[in-house]
Nanobody
Framework: QVQLVESGGGLVQAGGSLRLSCTASRSLFSFNRMAWYRQAPGKQRELVADISRGGSANYADSVKGRFTISRDNDKNTMQLQMNSLKPEDTAVYYC??????????WGQGTQVTVSS
């Protein structure tokens, strides 16, 4: 069993920054694709950004140029640097990862609230 634990969420004013972290219970070398998703109240969960084992990243159009995803395979952590936050970024943010020869795992989520 693999655990993914998110941290770093909180309340921030519009235009501010937050840095989310996802810590895995095993080395990130065990993971292929990893990703951040978010779910706002009354909306479906959506992909924010993903990153391959080799570090190639993709972003949702709504966060391009503002968010940066990264992973440190040696430190078992994946991060999401969020700058120029907007009220519409308010959501629960989830860490997600595909373990090689295993299955997909989700974290429990961390709340991000951006006030206007």
């Amino acid at each position: 069993q693999v655990q993914l634990v998110e941290s770093g969420g909180g309340l921030v004013q519009a235009g501010g920054s937050l840095r989310l972290s996802c810590t895995a219970s095993r080395s990130l070398f065990s993971f292929n694709r990893m990703a951040w998703y978010r779910q706002a109240p009354g909306k479906q969960r959506e992909l924010v950004a993903d990153i391959s084992r080799g570090g190639s990243a993709n972003y949702a159009d709504s966060v391009k140029g503002r968010f940066t995803i990264s992973r440190d395979n040696d430190k078992n952590t994946m991060q999401l640097q969020m700058n120029s936050l907007k009220p519409e970024d308010t959501a629960v943010y989830y860490c997600n990862g595909d373990v090689i020869l295993d299955r997909n795992y989700w974290g429990q989520g961390t709340q991000v609230t951006v006030s206007s």
